[in-house]
C-alpha cells in the first residue's frame, strides 16, 4: 500500500487528483470507478479544472459508480448521478452514454443490481477505483455485516450512515434507508485502488481498516487483500494509522 498525508483537505484533493490525472493520462479510455461523499469533491473539482486548462482528455474515458440510493432518480438533487453530473461530468468533456450509476429508481431493484453486475463485468475491472469511507468503515455502501457480499445488492443503510448522510436532506425523514451498491467483488477486481479520507473524524474508522482485523464488520478491512492501494489523506484522518508505525510515501 501507498500512503499519502497531506496537511489538509485542499492538499489532499490535489494529491489525490494528480493520481488519477495519471491514470487518465497513461490510458485514455480508462474505466474509473468513482464514488461520492463530501470527500471527493475537491479531487473532481480538479480534474475540472485540468480539463479546462487543456491538461486532461476525458472523451474517451468510462465510468462506473459505486452506489445510488433508493428511491431517488437521477434528476432528484440528493441522488448520486446528480452528484457526478454536478461535480464533475458537467465540467469535463466527458460522453455522459459512458458513465455508468445504478438506476435507484428501478422497479425491480434485485433485477437492477443483476442488470449493473453484468454491465461491470462487460465493462471489464476498473483501471483505477476511487473509495470514501464511511465512518463505520463502508466502501461504497458495503455497510459492517456478517460477511462480504461479493455482487451488486440492494442493502439497508445503517443508522449511523443514515444519520451521516442526514446533513444533504431537509429532513432525516427523507434520508433514503436503502441503497443499491456495487458489492465488494468489483472493487477487489479493479487494477487499482484509491482511497481518499480528510478529517479527524475518520481517523479511527481509518486505523482499524488498515491495521485491525479483516473483517465484514469493519468493510474497508478487506483492502488489506489487495495488491495496489493508494491511500492518500490528510494528517487528521491518517493520525490513528501513523501512530501505528506504517510506511509513508510523502
Ligand atoms: C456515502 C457514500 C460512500 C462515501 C461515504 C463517506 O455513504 N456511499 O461512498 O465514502 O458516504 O462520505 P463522506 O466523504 O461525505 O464522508
Redesign the pocket.
Known amino acids: 500500500m501507498q500512503i499519502y498525508v497531506t496537511n489538509d483537505y485542499e492538499a489532499m484533493s490535489r494529491r489525490a487528483a494528480a493520481v488519477m490525472a495519471a491514470q487518465v493520462i497513461a490510458k485514455p479510455d480508462c474505466l474509473l470507478g468513482l464514488?461520492?461523499?463530501?470527500?471527493?469533491v475537491g479531487l473532481y473539482r480538479e480534474l475540472a479544472a485540468g480539463c479546462a486548462a487543456g491538461d486532461l482528455d476525458f472523451s474517451h474515458v468510462r465510468t462506473a459508480n459505486?452506489?445510488e440510493y433508493a428511491g431517488l432518480d437521477g434528476t432528484h438533487d440528493q441522488s448520486?448521478r446528480y452528484f457526478m453530473n454536478k461535480n464533475l461530468f458537467d465540467h469535463i468533456n466527458i460522453d455522459k452514454a459512458n458513465t455508468h450509476v445504478p438506476n435507484g429508481k428501478a422497479p425491480d431493484l434485485e433485477a437492477e443490481c443483476r442488470r449493473y453486475e453484468a454491465l461491470l463485468k462487460e465493462l471489464g475491472p476498473a483501471d483505477m477505483q476511487l473509495?470514501?469511507?464511511?465512518?463505520n468503515g463502508?466502501?461504497?455502501?458495503n455497510e459492517p455485516a456478517d460477511a462480504f457480499i461479493a455482487p451488486t445488492h440492494v442493502v439497508e443503510?445503517t443508522e449511523s450512515?443514515i444519520n451521516?448522510?442526514a446533513r444533504f436532506f431537509a429532513d432525516r425523514e427523507e434520508v433514503p434507508k436503502k441503497?443499491l451498491?456495487m458489492g465488494v467483488g468489483a472493487i477487489m477486481r479493479a487494477k487499482r485502488i484509491l482511497m481518499?479520507?480528510?478529517?479527524a473524524?475518520?481517523t479511527a474508522a481509518v486505523k482499524a481498516a488498515f491495521a485491525g482485523p479483516i473483517t465484514p464488520r469493519m468493510p474497508a478491512s478487506i483492502l488489506q487483500l489487495h495488491p495496489d492501494v493508494v491511500l492518500v489523506g490528510d494528517q487528521a484522518a491518517l493520525a490513528g494509522l501513523l501512530e501505528t508505525g506504517v510506511a509513508v510515501c510523502g
Request: net charge negative; hydrophobic share 35%.
Open positions: 464514488a461520492t461523499g463530501s470527500t471527493p459505486l452506489d448520486y473509495l470514501g469511507m464511511g465512518h463502508h466502501i461504497g455502501f443503510l450512515t451521516a448522510n441503497a451498491t481518499v479520507v480528510s478529517g473524524d475518520k
